[in-house]
Nanobody, 126 residues
Framework: QVQLVESGGGLVQAGASLRLSCAAS????????MAWFRQAPGKEREFVAA????????DYADSVKGRFSISKDNAKNTLYLQMNSLKSEDTAVYYC???????????????????WGQGTQVTVSS
């Protein structure tokens, strides 16, 4: 199957930037789309951004549009999340997810992604 390993989290001040990475290994040729989700303490896991692995189509949660950018490097089998103008409410564990299904539209539902990384903590101090 496919294994996902996130990196790049940390503690930053409000207004700063961070870039998360997610390295995919294994049968990466079967990836249909990848996404970032996040989960803050006491809250449900929420969609952040997604990208179709082949055509590069992207989608974002309204809360991060204009501040976050999802990208991919197919040659390196790596997914990125560039996070700018970070806010305290962005504090969460960020998870990389993948689906082997190719759909006409990117999904924002966590249950549509069957492969998950272990998560990386992002803490934004105000």
């Amino acid at each position: 199957q496919v294994q996902l390993v996130e990196s790049g989290g940390g503690l930053v001040q409000a207004g700063a930037s961070l870039r998360l990475s997610c390295a995919a290994s294994g049968r990466t040729s079967i990836i249909g789309a990848m996404a970032w989700f996040r989960q803050a303490p006491g809250k449900e896991r929420e969609f952040v951004a997604a990208v179709a692995w082949r055509d590069g189509n992207r989608d974002y949660a309204d809360s991060v549009k204009g501040r976050f950018s999802i990208s991919k490097d197919n040659a390196k089998n790596t997914l990125y999340l560039q996070m700018n103008s970070l806010k305290s409410e962005d504090t969460a564990v960020y998870y990389c997810a993948a689906t082997t299904t190719v759909r006409s539209r990117l999904s924002f539902r966590a249950e549509m992604y069957g492969l998950w990384g272990q998560g990386t903590q992002v803490t934004v101090s105000s």
